[in-house]
């Protein structure tokens, strides 16, 4: 177990091994011009700039509501993977945009943090009809069906990239627990996802606080267990990383993906969804598995509870199906396949009225298994008729 | 049950916007690519697409846009029909709230964002609009409206119950982009908090705020 106090003998690494030039606390004038912001009034950021004399770091300007304790606060951050083993120390940096040095100003001891640019691997094409875009593809696609991504022109991923992505999330949240920290934002909007290299990159990881901190909340991603206006803590950070687990193993975004981890289809990680569901409805928060034993269980392993077991509350109720969908799931005795579809063709009728003429296009996506099923209909009826037609002939 | 805010998007397509239609139909469609390519968006923002001139046309039923392979064309003429437009969106209220609940979401107020070029030319408009956000009907909607070109501004001050913006004298094509511009910002920012979150910063137009905010 890692924790933030400082290394006792003062044995802190003298360069950031990222490359970041500067020391770890930098005046705002010493960053050089700032170019254009790339985002603006985004969640605790008035802007995020890049550093025009240092390519791909950027810096992350703050609200001008400054709480004093936050500069010490960045400081803890930017000095904690320092106490980490070497490789776990690069999993962090790879994975995240861990804040390099603070920024300070004339009576603002934290204008703001240095943070390193994502990398390009996370931007990805997206398509659809005659528009496309490149963007940072968020993990949120993830927490959708096969079909729904390809739709966009993204490639349909393999069980075993859903489960990839899944166990670089929780291989970070391990992360974060060991160092004591709680993020609270675990949701779709702050991790990117790479189909290529089935990775995934962690980012305002900078609001990380020790112990707990202010719950922030997203529509659809409250713990029930934590009750509006109370902290965030380790617990609440164990049922949204089980939630973004869930969802992004499934494709399904509501209740369906509770149900779909109950039936536990996957051979290959057996005590992956009794972990999930302990997250997710253990009716003591305090009963939730840890990130490190979510990690365990996607990585094959087993799940070791203390007894007696945690009671769990029911599952929600099914909504009911809007289209056909599966579960992605592996193939018996492997660990990645590519399954999974789902009906999306939506078909709507043309309207033609004085005035205002509206022109629809009808796309309507044939069922695979319902095509092939008649295919083999209409090739067995043909065999038979084939038959009696040679029988008659032979016997004439 | 996931949150989700039924989204109405009500154009006008009478004869004055027939210069425009291009450029309609365009945004129409990039507001389709936005919407559908943000899942959380999309997941949280069920929307409608309403065109309104002599009569009205439910161009897009209530749907997660991801669903909707593309944007239909819409061809403008004909008169500025309000009151139909209002009644027909208190039917689709009614229908489509009913249809979110059945499938088990937390169905926020509704939210209609009114983008019209001109004036009513029917007289009795204001009935219809009484009835629609009548505050004793549990689903009456709130209304963003957005004017540019020949609309009224005294017309739009009552018909806007949220927020009000008006063109400050841009070109209809710049502002017909502004407009869906903000109105995409705005559900963006509602879907990151559950709330809504109006962007009151569009390009092109100045922000009035509704003399009557009620309170809910």
Not at chain 1, 318 to 331: D, H, K, N, Y
Not at chain 2, 16 to 34: D, F, G
Not at chain 2, 146 to 152: D, I, L, P, W
């Given at each position: 177990?890692?924790?933030?106090?400082?290394?006792?003998?003062?044995?802190?690494?003298?360069?950031?091994?990222?490359?970041?030039?500067?020391?770890?606390?930098?005046?705002?004038?010493?960053?050089?011009?700032?170019?254009?912001?790339?985002?603006?009034?985004?969640?605790?950021?008035?802007?995020?700039?890049?550093?025009?004399?240092?390519?791909?770091?950027?810096?992350?300007?703050?609200?001008?509501?400054?709480?004093?304790?936050?500069?010490?606060?960045?400081?803890?951050?930017?000095?904690?993977?320092?106490?980490?083993?070497?490789?776990?120390?690069?999993?962090?940096?790879?994975?995240?945009?861990?804040?390099?040095?603070?920024?300070?100003?004339?009576?603002?001891?934290?204008?703001g943090?240095?943070?390193?640019?994502?990398?390009?691997?996370?931007?990805?094409?997206?398509?659809?009809?005659?528009?496309?875009?490149?963007?940072?593809?968020?993990?949120?696609?993830?927490?959708?069906?096969?079909?729904?991504?390809?739709?966009?022109?993204?490639?349909?991923?393999?069980f075993?990239d859903?489960?990839?992505?899944?166990?670089?999330?929780?291989?970070?949240?391990?992360?974060?627990?060991?160092?004591?920290?709680?993020?609270?934002?675990?949701?779709?909007?702050?991790?990117?996802?790479?189909?290529?290299?089935?990775?995934?990159?962690?980012?305002?990881?900078?609001?990380?606080?020790?112990?707990?901190?202010?719950?922030?909340?997203?529509?659809?991603?409250?713990?029930?267990?934590?009750?509006?206006?109370?902290d965030?803590?380790?617990?609440?950070?164990?049922?949204?990383l089980?939630?973004?687990?869930?969802?992004?193993?499934?494709?399904?975004?509501?209740?369906?993906?509770?149900?779909?981890?109950?039936?536990s289809?996957?051979?290959?990680?057996?005590?992956?969804?009794?972990?999930?569901?302990?997250?997710?409805?253990?009716?003591?928060?305090?009963?939730?598995?840890?990130?490190?034993?979510?990690?365990?269980?996607?990585?094959?392993?087993?799940?070791?509870?203390?007894?007696?077991?945690?009671?769990?509350?029911?599952?929600?109720?099914?909504?009911?199906?809007?289209?056909?969908?599966?579960?992605?799931q592996?193939?018996?005795?492997?660990?990645?396949?590519?399954?999974?579809?789902?009906?999306?063709?939506t078909?709507?009728?043309?309207?033609?009225?004085?005035?205002?003429?509206?022109?629809?296009?009808?796309?309507?996506?044939?069922?695979?298994?319902?095509?092939?099923?008649?295919?083999?209909?209409?090739?067995?009826?043909?065999?038979?008729?084939?038959?009696?037609?040679?029988?008659?002939?032979?016997?004439? | 049950?996931?949150?989700?805010?039924p989204?109405?998007?009500?154009i006008?397509a009478?004869?004055?916007?027939?210069?425009?239609?291009?450029?309609?139909?365009?945004?129409l469609?990039?507001l389709?690519y936005?919407?559908?390519?943000?899942?959380?968006?999309?997941?949280?923002?069920?929307?409608?697409?309403?065109?309104?001139?002599?009569?009205?046309?439910?161009?897009?039923?209530m749907s997660?846009?991801?669903?909707?392979?593309?944007?239909?064309?819409?061809?403008?003429?004909?008169?500025?029909?309000?009151?139909?437009?209002?009644?027909r969106l208190?039917?689709?209220?009614?229908?489509?709230?009913?249809?979110?609940?059945?499938?088990?979401?937390?169905?926020?107020?509704?939210?209609?964002?009114?983008?019209?070029?001109?004036?009513p030319?029917?007289?009795?408009?204001?009935?219809?609009?009484?009835?629609?956000?009548?505050?004793?009907?549990?689903?009456?909607?709130?209304?963003?409206?957005?004017?540019?070109?020949?609309?009224?501004?005294?017309?739009?001050?009552?018909?806007?119950?949220?927020?009000?913006?008006?063109?400050?004298?841009?070109?209809?094509?710049?502002?017909?982009?502004?407009?869906?511009?903000?109105?995409?910002?705005?559900?963006?920012a509602?879907?990151?908090?559950?709330?809504m979150?109006?962007?009151?910063?569009?390009?092109?137009?100045?922000?009035?705020?509704?003399?009557?905010?009620?309170?809910?």
């Amino acid at each position: 177990m890692t924790d933030l106090n400082p290394v006792a003998d003062g044995s802190v690494p003298a360069v950031d091994p990222r490359g970041w030039p500067l020391p770890r606390a930098v005046g705002l004038g010493d960053l050089g011009p700032l170019a254009e912001p790339i985002s603006e009034h985004n969640g605790q950021a008035v802007a995020v700039r890049p550093l025009t004399d240092h390519p791909g770091w950027l810096a992350k300007l703050y609200r001008p509501d400054p709480h004093p304790e936050d500069a010490q606060r960045i400081d803890l951050l930017i000095s904690a993977p320092d106490t980490l083993p070497e490789s776990e120390r690069a999993t962090l940096y790879a994975g995240t945009c861990w804040p390099a040095a603070r920024i300070h100003g004339p009576g603002n001891p934290a204008v703001g943090c240095v943070i390193p640019m994502a990398p390009e691997h996370y931007r990805a094409e997206l398509r659809r009809g005659k528009f496309s875009e490149r963007r940072f593809l968020e993990i949120d696609w993830l927490a959708k069906s096969d079909e729904s991504i390809r739709g966009v022109g993204l490639p349909r991923p393999a069980f075993g990239d859903r489960l990839e992505a899944c166990r670089r999330l929780t291989e970070l949240a391990a992360i974060l627990e060991a160092l004591g920290l709680v993020y609270s934002d675990w949701s779709f909007s702050n991790a990117f996802w790479s189909p290529d290299r089935r990775s995934v990159y962690l980012i305002d990881v900078d609001g990380c606080q020790p112990q707990k901190m202010p719950d922030i909340h997203q529509p659809n991603w409250a713990d029930p267990l934590t009750p509006p206006g109370s902290d965030a803590d380790h617990c609440t950070d164990r049922y949204r990383l089980g939630l973004l687990v869930a969802k992004c193993l499934t494709g399904q975004r509501d209740a369906r993906a509770f149900h779909s981890v109950s039936l536990s289809p996957w051979p290959e990680q057996p005590a992956l969804s009794e972990v999930l569901l302990d997250m997710l409805f253990a009716t003591e928060r305090e009963r939730r598995p840890t990130a490190v034993q979510l990690n365990q269980a996607l990585n094959n392993g087993p799940y070791l509870r203390t007894v007696p077991r945690p009671t769990r509350s029911a599952l929600p109720p099914l909504p009911p199906l809007p289209a056909s969908q599966t579960v992605p799931q592996p193939p018996a005795g492997t660990g990645a396949a590519e399954t999974g579809t789902a009906d999306t063709g939506t078909a709507k009728s043309g309207t033609v009225a004085e005035g205002t003429v509206v022109t629809r296009t009808t796309e309507k996506k044939k069922d695979p298994a319902t095509t092939w099923n008649a295919r083999w209909i209409w090739a067995f009826a043909f065999a038979v008729i084939l038959l009696i037609v040679i029988s008659i002939a032979s016997n004439h | 049950m996931s949150l989700c805010l039924p989204t109405y998007v009500v154009i006008d397509a009478s004869s004055s916007m027939k210069p425009h239609e291009a450029v309609l139909n365009a945004t129409l469609s990039r507001l389709h690519y936005n919407l559908a390519t943000n899942p959380r968006v999309s997941e949280f923002a069920r929307v409608s697409v309403i065109a309104f001139s002599t009569d009205v046309h439910v161009v897009i039923p209530m749907s997660d846009m991801e669903q909707v392979p593309n944007m239909p064309e819409v061809i403008c003429g004909g008169r500025t029909d309000y009151g139909k437009t209002f009644d027909r969106l208190r039917e689709c209220i009614e229908q489509d709230v009913s249809s979110l609940r059945a499938q088990h979401y937390s169905v926020l107020r509704p939210t209609v964002f009114f983008l019209t070029d001109g004036g009513p030319t029917d007289a009795n408009w204001r009935k219809s609009f009484r009835e629609l956000v009548d505050r004793n009907r549990p689903r009456y909607p709130h209304v963003i409206a957005y004017g540019f070109g020949g609309a009224e501004r005294g017309v739009l001050q009552v018909v806007a119950t949220k927020a009000l913006f008006i063109a400050d004298g841009t070109d209809t094509e710049s502002a017909l982009s502004g407009a869906i511009s903000g109105l995409l910002n705005t559900l963006i920012a509602s879907s990151q908090t559950g709330q809504m979150q109006i962007a009151t910063d569009v390009k092109g137009f100045e922000y009035v705020q509704v003399a009557q905010e009620y309170v809910d």
